[in-house]
């Protein structure tokens, strides 16, 4: 059956081409957060362990809202690794030690890009699009990953 929500097939399908890039660059951080969480060594294992854990757990939440915003306006979402490889913005992997501080590092550079992203695709989504629901969708997942962002950040001063 046809979405009809007030936005037009060629505007939902443009926002949807996006959120799905944002799908993927939330997937690529997903891993390495589980990476991280897996893999972290040193002296702080234990508590950077369960940090990891919650930031994991956190983009789980977003990758399912991002998914179903997909689906709202009508399309499907990508579901395979290679269709996120295809449609990320991110690296996979970098070269860096299992130590607490370069996976930081490293999942704090994504999560500032994922906010570039975001950001530049707010008043697009609502003024080119006319689609207020998915602009609004996206500012919020630009704070919940500004938030983020900061909590990596603080264990770097």
Known sequence: MKTNIGITEANSKAVS?????????????????????????GPDFHSMHLFFESQYEQLDEIM??????????????PATLKNFLQLTHLAELTERTNDSLGFIRELLEDHESIIEFIRGNINPFANDYHDLGTSDFVTGLMEDHEKMAWMLRSHLK
């Open 17 to 41: 081409i996006q959120l799905s890039k944002l799908l993927a660059d939330e997937f690529v951080l997903y891993t390495k957060t589980r990476n991280a969480h897996w893999n972290v060594e």
């Open 64 to 77: 399912d809202s991002v998914a179903e915003r997909i689906r709202t306006l009508g399309h499907y979402a």
